[in-house]
C-alpha cells in the first residue's frame, strides 16, 4: 500500500519561506513522478508542482513559478517543496499525490497559512 507522509507545514507572514516535505512508502519512488496541489477554503484543488521520474523535470502553476521549487531524492524517497516570498493567496492545504499501478495516492495534507 502506497503511503505518503506530509510534514513542514505552518504560520508564516508574507514574504517569508516554508519548506514543505513528502516521504512516500510503498512504491517504487524513483520510478513516479510526484506532484505537489494545494486547495484553499472554498476554491477546487490545484496542481502546483511536478516532478519528472525519468529526468527530474519539473513543472509549476504560473502563480507559484520563480518562488517555489520541488525537489526529489530518490534516496530517501522523499519529495519536497521550497515556498519562498509566500503571499496570503498561497494560505492553503498542501497534499502530495502520485499515481501508481492506476491509482491516485494522496497524502494526509499540510496546512500552511500566509498572515500578518
Known amino acids: 500500500q502506497v503511503h505518503l507522509v506530509e510534514s513542514g507545514g505552518g504560520l508564516v507572514q508574507p514574504g517569508g519561506s516554508l519548506r514543505l516535505s513528502c516521504h512516500a512508502s510503498g512504491v517504487v519512488f524513483r520510478f513516479v513522478t510526484m506532484n505537489w496541489y494545494r486547495q484553499a477554503p472554498g476554491k477546487e484543488r490545484e496542481l502546483v508542482a511536478s516532478?519528472?521520474?525519468?529526468?527530474?523535470?519539473?513543472n509549476y502553476t504560473e502563480s507559484v513559478k520563480g518562488r517555489f521549487t520541488i525537489s526529489r531524492d530518490n534516496v530517501r524517497r522523499i519529495v519536497s517543496l521550497q515556498l519562498n516570498s509566500l503571499k496570503p493567496d498561497d494560505t492553503a492545504v498542501y497534499s502530495c499525490n502520485t499515481r501508481y499501478s492506476g491509482r491516485n495516492f494522496w497524502g494526509q495534507g499540510t496546512q500552511v497559512t500566509v498572515s500578518s
Open positions: 516532478i519528472n521520474a525519468a529526468d527530474g523535470t519539473t
